[in-house]
């Protein structure tokens, strides 16, 4: 069992910032794609943003701008700086170490408000 312990989620206004963090086992960190899913209520989680081993990352085209993904493979954590944050945005957000199976943090909460 892989543990994700996640933090920095909270409350801001539109068009503020928040930076969330994902810290990862040493054991396969540096080997393994991470993400950050997202989970608004009554919706199906989606896909957030991924980061390979190798530095590559991608973008839903929801955040592609405004968020940036990445990692330290020295520190064992995964990051999301989240810019220009709008009420859309909210929803639980979990990070998530890739793979078969996925593991997944306990999830952090984003609330936006207008």
């Known amino acids: 069992q892989v543990q994700l312990v996640e933090s920095g989620g909270g409350m801001v206004q539109a068009g503020g910032s928040l930076r969330l963090s994902c810290a990862a086992p040493a054991t396969d960190f540096s080997r393994n794609a991470m993400g950050w899913y997202r989970q608004a209520p009554g919706k199906q989680r989606e896909l957030v943003a991924t980061?390979?081993?190798?530095?590559?990352?991608y973008y839903a085209g929801s955040v592609k701008g405004r968020f940036t993904i990445s990692r330290d493979s020295a520190k064992n954590t995964v990051w999301l700086e989240m810019n220009s944050l709008q009420p859309e945005d909210t929803a639980v957000y979990y990070c998530?170490?890739?793979?078969?199976?996925?593991?997944w943090g306990q999830g952090t909460q984003v609330t936006v408000s207008s």
């Open positions: 980061v390979a081993a190798d530095g590559n990352t």
């Open positions: 998530a170490r890739l793979g078969v199976p996925i593991y």
